[in-house]
């Protein structure tokens, strides 16, 4: 079996392991079998950097209007992105590109991903503004 667990705390992350360790030996015991339980850690959850959220969220606003930008929930974002974030600060976005007509899009790496392209023009205004209200920033 092979599945993917993701938390915002590296200590859950253990626990849940352990776990499942626990409950597939004792099953694989019950039966009179044995069980191996190999776990990784993946990437790290990818976190935003509070102070960066406050200083560009203004950029996103130009870029594609106050009703369509919103602060979400944390969501466990798998992501190697995450990498750059444990050295300096980091802003991850998602870019709302569902087909009106879609109650339930599929997901970004779904065969039935269908994005709707009208959202390009709005994702390259939110990277532009971006890099230059930063850059202006740093000034």
Known sequence: MVGTIRTF???VQQQIFDKIALTA?????????????TTQLGLPVTTNDADLVALMLPS??????EEKVGLA???TVSEDFSYFQQEIPGFYFLLGAA??????PAPNHSPYFDPDE???PVGVRALTYLAL???ADAN
């Open 9 to 11: 705390d590296k200590g």
């Open 25 to 37: 030996t004792l099953i694989a015991q019950s039966a009179g079998a044995t069980a191996t339980v």
């Open 60 to 65: 996103l606003v130009k870029a594609a209007g």
């Open 73 to 75: 929930n944390r969501v």
């Open 99 to 104: 087909r009106p007509e879609h109650t339930r």
């Open 118 to 120: 009208r959202a390009l």
């Open 133 to 135: 209200d930063f850059l």
